[in-house]
Structures are given as C-alpha cells and as structure tokens.
C-alpha cells in the first residue's frame, strides 16, 4: 500500500507546501484515469485539516504527538506495511522503503538562512534519511549535484521531478490589486520572497536605490520567517507590501512591468517561473538552478554585485515595448515546459517500482 506523509498539511503553504499540493494533486489526476495503477493511497496526517478535492488520495487522522515527534514515531508505525512518500525534506528515518524529496541544499549553501535549532537537526536528519531511503527526488539537476556533493551521493540517485507554475492559473484575475497597494498598474517591478538572506533583497533594495530616476518603483512581497535574519530597507520608490491574499498576488503579478528575482540560491525558483506563466519579463540572478530552469528568457545579472543588479534594471528600463514582448514570448515558452501533470508522470513508476518489491519483515521499535 502507499501512504504519504501529510505533515505538510498541517504546515503554513511555502515553496516546498506548494509542491506537495500541486504534484498530489496531479497524481490523483493521474490516477482516477488509471484506477489500478496504485491501488490505495493514504494521506497521513496528525490532527483533522481541511480535506483537498482529491478523488482517489484518502485522508486519514493518526493521532500521537506532533511535528518530528509525529513524523519520527507515529508515523513510521503507521506506514510501515507499506511504501511511504515524504514530498517535504523529512520524514521517519526508521522506515525501510520511503520515497523522499530533499528540495535544495540551502542548509548547506545558506546555512545563516536558518535558525540554530533548526540547521542542527536538519543537518543530522537529512543525511541519514538520504542513506537509507530507498528512493530519492529533487527538484532540479542543480539541486541533485549539489546534494550529492554534501551528502556524499551519487547525484544519479535522484531523480528529477520539477516544480511548475501553472497553478497560478487558478487563482482569480485581479486587476484592481496594484491600486489596493498604492501602486499604478504597469508602473512598477515586483519581486516576492521571503525575507530570508538567501532572498538577497537587500542587495535588491540597495541597487535600486542606486538607479534612481532611471528605474521604477519596487514592490516587495512577502512575509517574516521565523528563525530567519531579518531585512527592513527603508527608501523612496521602495514598497515592501508583507505578505498579500493569494486573491491579490495574481493581480500585482500581472500588473508589474516587470519581476525581479535576487536570489542567491535557488534549487528550483518558482516565482520567476510564476512570473513568465502570467506574461511578466523577468529579471534574475544568475545562481542557482535559474539558468537551468529559464534558459534565454530573462535579463541575467549577478546576484553578488549591486552594481550589476542596478545596470540589469537600467538595462530593462531602456528596452523598447517589442523587446519586451520577446522576453514575455521567450518566458511563455519556457513555462510551458513544467506542468505538474508532467511532474506526476515522472513520480509514478517511481511509487510504481517500490510497491512491486517484496514488503519489510520486521516492525518499527
């Protein structure tokens, strides 16, 4: 039987929540057009949360603890006759046949990204649950080079299920959002992101600064982590708009003249990829796993040099109106290489495989 690790469910939606969501979903998709192709699926949850329109996927409560406690223990009792999937960078170390997505290596890339407390049992955990588990997933082949080299793995071992953007569609037009916010439509860059230092939105907010008159005003959304540095620039032109409903973030999305993406590590990088699905000209650091995800579509720049950051909005700024349309053909075409049905496509033979393997012999202590 597979069961999935619905911790998730319970957790604030980020990029790594997001995915989880998105490939369950193409997957129970996938598999009310292939009935057999599974058989039974269990989502594993520690307390009741608000069910996902799934028609195969069933949700079950298993009470006992909660957070790693959960995971660790009650989790791995439950699961254990079966196949477990952990879409979320944990999951039980004690089960025999899991399926686990390790997302990025930011703990080792970016470890001041991180609270201490969570950097030491993050940076235990997730080499021991790669070791033992007895399939591995990432999100991109930065991303499986990269933990490859810090866990000391074979990058072979992961197989590359991406993200997409393509949800952003379902999310109601909002075309009034920008005023909600005192910005002018098609008046203003956006850029969205935690305010994590690996975001590198101060670096973002000193090179606008430095362009002056010659760019547009920035918005900046998103909300605090807990746990993280934090970054409050204050200056003229400069919008940081916290964390927004998702009714208005398609709407300031779509109203920018342009999104701007910082980062200095990225295993994946779905704002920008948002960005280009909604027909937005992306800006974006050239780091990460961006170059490998949006290819020829953006204006690349260094994320570690203001001053070539403030040169890429100056850049954009003196394009004309059919260079932009180019850069918006050339990010729709890339957007429509990721879809979460394609996604889920790669995810089953993989739970495929696993669950024609002979079962463990043995129970969890």
């Known amino acids: 039987m597979l069961y999935v690790n619905g911790r998730f469910l319970t957790q604030p939606i980020s990029g790594v929540q997001r995915y989880a969501w998105e490939l369950l979903g193409a997957l129970d998709d996938l598999l009310e057009a292939q009935p057999g192709a599974l058989g039974p699926v269990e989502v594993l949850v520690p307390r009741a949360v608000t069910p996902p329109a799934w028609k195969r996927l069933r949700l079950r409560i298993v009470p006992g603890g909660r957070g790693h406690g959960w995971e660790q223990v009650t989790l791995a009792r439950a699961a254990w006759d079966g196949v477990l999937l952990s879409l979320g960078n944990s999951g039980p170390l004690a089960h025999p046949r899991q399926v686990l997505c390790l997302h990025d290596a930011h703990i080792y890339e970016m470890p001041q990204a991180f609270s201490p407390r ?65 910005l002018h439509p098609g008046g203003y860059l956006l850029s969205v992101g935690n305010q994590s ?10 090179a606008h600064a430095a362009a002056g008159s010659a760019t547009l005003p920035l918005a900046i959304v998103g909300g605090d982590v807990p746990g993280v540095a934090q970054m409050r620039p204050g200056q003229t032109g400069l919008h940081l708009l916290g964390r927004v409903p998702d009714v208005d973030l398609r709407g300031l999305y779509e109203g920018s003249a342009g999104f701007v993406f910082p980062s200095l590590h990225e295993g994946f990088g779905i704002p920008p990829l948002v960005a280009m699905q909604l027909g937005v000209p992306v800006l974006c650091a050239r780091s990460g796993a961006m170059p490998e995800v949006l290819g020829d579509a953006p204006i690349w720049f260094s994320p570690y040099d203001p001053a070539d950051i403030t040169r890429a909005l100056r850049s954009f700024e003196g394009l004309s109106a059919g260079d932009r349309a180019a850069m918006v053909a050339r990010g729709r075409k890339v957007a429509a290489r990721f879809t979460w049905r394609e996604s889920a496509a790669k995810l089953l033979p993989i739970l495929e495989q696993l669950l024609n393997e002979a079962p463990p012999t043995a129970q969890v202590a």
């Open 197 to 206: 230092p690996n975001k590198n939105l101060a670096a973002l907010a000193q």
């Open 118 to 182: 969570y950097r030491l049992w993050h940076r235990a955990l997730r080499p021991a649950l790669a070791r033992r588990a007895a399939a591995l997933m990432t999100v991109s082949d930065h991303s499986a080079q990269q933990l490859g080299r810090h866990l000391k793995l074979d990058p072979a071992r992961f197989n590359i299920v991406p993200n997409s953007a393509e949800h952003v569609l379902r999310l109601p037009s909002a075309p009034h959002a920008p005023q909600q916010y005192g």
